[in-house]
């Protein structure tokens, strides 16, 4: 069944609403315009603050639905809800329908540990919307959540598969948003703005 849960996770993931908001929207591959990126930041630069709102929306519900899945059956078995959201968001970033060509996994990532460990996400969270309305860097919010789920985790004695998981997760990101890295240490990163 884990390997069931992990599937289906996986194939959820895969599902990038960005493209598919692109392509039914305005006939584009978003993958071709803007950052080049699968995801709701570059929606919101390429086709508008509504869709890109409906983009994320979705992408957490693929990490919700992943976890929720695999809750249903295994009986809440630990380590296959954890890898279940673990394969949503590796769908998310190489999705199978979309020739491994997608995004970098922080919506999907906030729906699955919102339905692990929804304390030590929320605190998470918080933590990336202070970033957020601080510096306007998409990036640097999205960093921060990573890096802080699993400290916040490890004070609030989650169970431990949850928090080697999210690190897992938050290598990923950090591996994904490289190019953000460098343009942050030169500056050159841009900023939040709500007109595509």
């Not at 970033?131 to 916040?152: C, D, K, Q």
């Amino acid at each position: 069944m884990i390997l069931l849960a992990c599937l289906v996770g996986y194939l959820l993931g895969s599902i990038s609403t960005s493209y598919i908001a692109g392509k039914v929207s305005a006939g584009v591959d978003i993958r071709e315009h803007g950052s080049g990126n699968a995801g709701a930041t570059n929606a919101l630069r390429v086709l508008g603050w509504r869709l890109a709102a409906l983009v994320a929306v979705a992408d957490v519900f693929k990490g919700i639905l992943a976890v929720a899945f695999a809750n249903l059956v295994t009986g809440g078995w630990p380590t296959a809800l954890a890898l279940s959201g673990l394969a949503a968001v590796l769908g998310h970033n190489w999705p199978l329908f979309h020739g491994f060509r997608g995004g970098k996994g922080i919506a999907t990532t906030i729906g699955a540990l919102l339905t692990l460990t929804p304390g030590p996400t929320l605190y998470a969270l918080l933590v990336a919307v202070l970033l957020l309305a601080a510096s306007r860097y998409v990036s640097l919010a999205a960093l921060g959540f990573v890096t802080f789920a699993p400290i916040f985790q490890l004070f609030m004695h989650v169970h431990p598969v949850y928090t080697v998981v999210t690190i897992v997760i938050a290598l990923l990101a950090y591996w994904r948003h490289r190019g953000n890295i460098e343009r942050l240490r030169q500056k050159t990163e841009r900023r939040l703005s709500l007109r595509p």
